[in-house]
């Protein structure tokens, strides 16, 4: 079975610009976290979706935004990006949320000049 | 405001001897504790602990977790230059599912 897939795998773009970040869940997951992780930190949560409906968002501004499909699979858009948005961005999906594991993809490395 | 503490944040140790690291979380709602493996990008899920004194193990690898003193320990036995990687203890807050993590541990196996 394959695993949680992201898209694409290095993305450089300029201040200002916007993004989107893709991700498909293990087969059979309905839930999709995302999480930003800066170099040297651990992986901060930013956005939970199930069934296509946000179930949690982490504290991170407006510019920030995401969507689930009926596939199950998602997209997390940054908007008006900033130099300290360079990050390596992970999607998790689990079967539900709740007390299941959650499985990581390889993640999106984005580096904003 | 909800925290997990990893400690050592590195450590260089020797093929064959045996590592343990620590994580402890002040966070509402807990639901468990996993931890993750991390080389070059993707976690990978190595335990996840809900419940006091059970222990885990999958090879060389254990972990346990204390819910009264609110830690969780990882062991590693034997170690091999494999095992070299950066360590994220994780804790499921509340409903959403939502990961809490800790700094991480980077442990260096010398040969």
Known sequence: DAG???SPTHLIKTRGQQVTLRCSPISGHKSVSWYQQVLG???QFIFQYYEKEERGRGNFPDRFSARQFPNYSSELNVNALLLGD???YLCASS???GTYEQYFGPGTRLTVT | EDKVVQSPLSLVVHEGDTVTLNCSYEVTNFRSLLWYKQEKKAPTFLFM???SGIEKKSGRLSSIL???ELFSILNITATQTGDSAVYLCAVHS???GKLIFGQGTTLQVKP
């Open chain 1, 95 to 97: 079967l539900i949320p």
């Open chain 1, 41 to 43: 930190q651990g992986p």
């Open chain 2, 94 to 96: 509340g409903n959403t």
């Open chain 2, 66 to 68: 204390d819910k009264k």
């Open chain 1, 86 to 88: 360079s990050a390596l």
């Open chain 2, 49 to 51: 602990l809900t419940s």
């Open chain 1, 4 to 6: 949680v897939t992201q």
